[in-house]
């Protein structure tokens, strides 16, 4: 298939403030918007308080209720990384904290539904709660709370997602996005609004007395922030202030060997080094491995990973969570091939792509939809939503991603207003989201999805762009750049690893893997002889070619104790020459 061809585009600065001591860290932070050198600060105290937050204060008067009469507490997890996170968080939290009957129960995908379900209530009823407390899910679950409420189950919701018009009737909700929240940050994930309603709790605790009166010793909140940075970088949140702090604050204790042994068990699988731990590591090499659980099978695997204690355990449970990755990994090949297949046929035949884009096989496995609808979305530079069947319930299951300039939720909220019954059920962020509808409404679904999105977007809006940090010196591209760049972060969604462009020349390349190419190039009028790897891109790179631009990440390269630079190439065109 053609790929869309990618425009570079340069980021634009110009900095009021003085940022950093280097000026290649000063464009850099500029270009992202940083106004204050205090908005490079990540220690905790620059975070906002708990009783900033909504209802936070409502939360902990409940939660210590439930402490000192003993309530059966049961959490209510969602089935992602940010709900494992989540989820292990407030069990140890809880527990830390004195609560003497706290455990969970997640969803199956593929029997109960997502979140707070009647069904998922049900298995939860059966540990006799006195309350459920859910961790990034429940603020679209009005059924679930009322069944919940019927059973005499008193519901406290904590989540991150955007709410509908009205929010579900439980005790008490947390949610930074809920209505009339001026709560600064919009950005939490569901494990980070849950570590702001427990450290509101420690807090009036503390204030009570309740520690001494136990026989407890009080614990620091801050302990637990590896499994906050983990659970907010999987969920690709926006990396504000509040949680570039977080993430911050929690890769720290990473480093410094202070996580709980099943995060570093999942370090160990990936080959990673916690001492010299990345956000993007946490994203990419940790992330998907709890998800794949939550993709395959049962997401209990990895939030009982998180919580266990002896490492001899975790890394078994570690171990099979990377065997379930590898296992999602050939399945979403495949898919993703099938699923380019299919639209190179319709183009064959004179069919022209939809800007809004709707895939569907009846041998799609719903829980790997939505990394298909995103490698699709990344190769063709459009809103993709991914479906599959799911038998039990009788409906398709489908997985949305979008583009910068499309909200993806709003995009369906108008749907769902404009033709009622359509669309069964969805929720989301402005990137991502997720819905169920009949089988017999796809087509009909597919021509609304297509005129909501051409309502907002342009054919100019489908044209791939890389934003790009310019050009290197020939002095800059070195060890030392990298390690500076590194350091510099954390970097992630909304605050983006820098990205760099430029002319090289091709030195030569080589296949690795049938996917992958390394090449090596050389800065044109150096001497300068560089490595770079292009991950996936090998069916983009044309042998014989001897000049590329390309758009490209430092990095640093660690093999058998040697470190050296390392070009993580993004994007990659030939540069014609031209006769004198």
Same mark, same amino acid.
């Given at each position: 298939?053609?790929?869309?061809?990618?425009?570079?585009?340069?980021?634009?600065?110009?900095?009021?403030?003085?940022?950093?001591?280097?000026?290649?860290?000063?464009?850099?932070?500029?270009?992202?918007?940083?106004?204050?050198?205090?908005?490079?600060?990540?220690?905790?105290?620059?975070?906002?308080?708990?009783?900033?937050?909504?209802?936070?204060?409502?939360?902990?008067?409940?939660?210590?209720?439930?402490?000192?009469?003993?309530?059966?507490?049961?959490?209510?997890?969602?089935?992602?990384?940010?709900?494992?996170?989540?989820?292990?968080?407030?069990?140890?939290?809880?527990?830390? %904290?004195? =609560?003497?009957?706290?455990?969970?129960?997640?969803?199956? @995908?593929? !029997?109960? $539904?997502?979140?707070?379900?009647? +069904? #998922?209530?049900?298995?939860?009823?059966?540990?006799?709660?006195?309350?459920?407390?859910?961790?990034?899910?429940?603020?679209?679950?009005?059924?679930?709370?009322?069944?919940?409420?019927?059973?005499?189950?008193?519901?406290?919701?904590?989540?991150?997602?955007?709410?509908?018009?009205?929010?579900?009737?439980?005790?008490?909700?947390?949610?930074?996005?809920?209505?009339?929240?001026?709560?600064?940050?919009?950005?939490?994930?569901?494990?980070?609004?849950?570590?702001?309603?427990?450290?509101?709790?420690?807090?009036?605790?503390?204030?009570?007395?309740?520690?001494?009166?136990?026989?407890?010793?009080?614990?620091?909140?801050?302990?637990?922030?590896?499994?906050?940075?983990?659970?907010?970088?999987?969920?690709?949140?926006?990396?504000?202030?509040?949680?570039?702090? %977080?993430? =911050?604050?929690?890769?720290?204790?990473?480093?410094?060997? @202070?996580? !709980?042994? $099943?995060?570093?068990?999942?370090? +160990? #699988?990936?080959?990673?080094?916690?001492?010299?731990?990345?956000?993007?590591?946490?994203?990419?090499?940790?992330?998907?491995?709890?998800?794949?659980?939550?993709?395959?099978?049962?997401?209990?695997?990895?939030?009982?990973?998180?919580?266990?204690?002896?490492?001899?355990?975790?890394?078994?449970?570690?171990?099979?969570?990377?065997?379930?990755?590898?296992?999602?990994?050939?399945?979403?090949?495949?898919?993703?091939?099938?699923?380019?297949?299919?639209?190179?046929?319709?183009?064959?035949?004179?069919?022209?792509?939809?800007?809004?884009?709707?895939?569907?096989?009846?041998?799609?496995?719903?829980?790997?939809?939505?990394?298909?609808?995103?490698?699709?979305?990344?190769?063709?530079?459009?809103?993709?939503?991914?479906?599959?069947?799911?038998?039990?319930?009788? %409906?398709?299951?489908?997985?949305?991603?979008?583009?910068?300039?499309?909200?993806?939720?709003?995009?369906?909220?108008?749907?769902?207003?404009?033709?009622?019954?359509?669309?069964?059920?969805?929720?989301?962020?402005?990137?991502?989201?997720?819905?169920?509808?009949?089988?017999?409404?796809?087509?009909?679904?597919?021509?609304?999805?297509?005129?909501?999105?051409?309502?907002?977007?342009?054919?100019?809006?489908?044209?791939?762009?890389?934003?790009?940090?310019?050009?290197?010196?020939?002095?800059?591209?070195?060890?030392?750049?990298?390690?500076?760049?590194?350091?510099?972060?954390?970097?992630?969604?909304?605050?983006?690893?820098?990205?760099?462009?430029?002319?090289?020349?091709?030195?030569?390349?080589?296949?690795?893997?049938?996917?992958?190419?390394?090449?090596?190039?050389?800065?044109?009028?150096?001497?300068?002889?560089?490595?770079?790897?292009?991950?996936?891109?090998?069916?983009?790179?044309?042998?014989?070619?001897?000049?590329?631009?390309?758009?490209?990440?430092?990095?640093?390269?660690?093999?058998?104790?040697?470190?050296?630079?390392?070009?993580?190439?993004?994007?990659?065109?030939?540069?014609?020459?031209?006769?004198?």
């Amino acid at each position: 298939m053609n790929i869309p061809r990618i425009l570079i585009v340069r980021r634009e600065s110009d900095p009021t403030a003085h940022l950093a001591d280097t000026p290649l860290l000063q464009r850099i932070y500029a270009a992202r918007g940083v106004s204050a050198s205090s908005e490079l600060r990540y220690q905790l105290h620059h975070m906002h308080p708990p009783a900033a937050l909504k209802n936070s204060e409502a939360a902990a008067e409940l939660l210590e209720t439930a402490l000192r009469q003993h309530w059966r507490i049961v959490i209510v997890a969602d089935l992602d990384a940010d709900g494992a996170t989540s989820c292990a968080l407030a069990l140890r939290v809880l527990r830390a %904290l004195g =609560a003497t009957a706290v455990d969970y129960v997640v969803p199956n @995908r593929f !029997v109960h $539904g997502y979140g707070l379900t009647p +069904e #998922i209530v049900a298995v939860a009823a059966e540990k006799s709660p006195d309350l459920l407390i859910t961790v990034d899910n429940g603020i679209s679950n009005h059924d679930g709370v009322q069944a919940a409420q019927a059973r005499g189950i008193k519901v406290l919701i904590t989540d991150h997602h955007l709410p509908g018009p009205t929010v579900p009737a439980a005790d008490v909700v947390v949610n930074p996005n809920q209505h009339g929240d001026d709560f600064p940050s919009k950005h939490l994930a569901g494990v980070g609004v849950i570590f702001y309603v427990l450290s509101a709790l420690r807090a009036r605790l503390r204030d009570s007395g309740w520690f001494a009166a136990q026989g407890l010793a009080e614990p620091k909140m801050a302990q637990f922030l590896d499994l906050v940075a983990l659970g907010t970088v999987a969920d690709v949140v926006r990396l504000d202030h509040t949680n570039r702090i %977080l993430v =911050a604050q929690g890769l720290q204790r990473i480093r410094a060997g @202070r996580c !709980v042994p $099943g995060i570093q068990a999942l370090l +160990e #699988i990936a080959k990673r080094d916690a001492a010299r731990l990345s956000a993007t590591d946490l994203g990419f090499q940790l992330g998907p491995r709890l998800n794949a659980a939550g993709r395959l099978v049962d997401m209990r695997l990895s939030i009982e990973c998180l919580l266990s204690d002896d490492p001899v355990e975790a890394k078994k449970m570690a171990e099979h969570l990377d065997e379930l990755n590898r296992e999602r990994r050939v399945i979403e090949d495949e898919m993703q091939q099938q699923a380019l297949a299919r639209l190179e046929g319709s183009l064959a035949n004179g069919a022209t792509l939809p800007f809004g884009l709707c895939l569907f096989d009846p041998e799609w496995h719903q829980g790997v939809v939505g990394i298909v609808a995103g490698r699709v979305k990344e190769r063709l530079h459009r809103p993709v939503i991914a479906f599959a069947p799911d038998h039990a319930a009788g %409906l398709l299951r489908g997985s949305a991603r979008s583009v910068d300039d499309l909200h993806i939720r709003d995009a369906l909220a108008t749907i769902a207003a404009q033709q009622p019954g359509l669309i069964t059920r969805f929720g989301g962020h402005a990137a991502a989201a997720g819905l169920s509808l009949p089988a017999e409404n796809l087509e009909a679904f597919r021509a609304a999805f297509d005129a909501e999105v051409r309502r907002w977007l342009s054919a100019d809006h489908l044209q791939g762009r890389l934003l790009s940090d310019g050009e290197l010196s020939v002095a800059e591209l070195c060890l030392e750049t990298a390690e500076l760049l590194r350091a510099a972060g954390p970097w992630g969604q909304g605050f983006p690893e820098p990205l760099f462009d430029g002319e090289f020349e091709v030195l030569s390349h080589q296949i690795m893997q049938d996917r992958h190419v390394k090449i090596f190039l050389r800065p044109p009028g150096s001497t300068l002889r560089l490595e770079g790897v292009a991950f996936r891109r090998a069916a983009e790179f044309v042998p014989g070619t001897t000049r590329l631009r390309i758009a490209y990440k430092l990095d640093v390269n660690e093999w058998q104790g040697r470190r050296r630079l390392q070009l993580v190439i993004e994007h990659l065109e030939p540069v014609l020459q031209h006769a004198a």
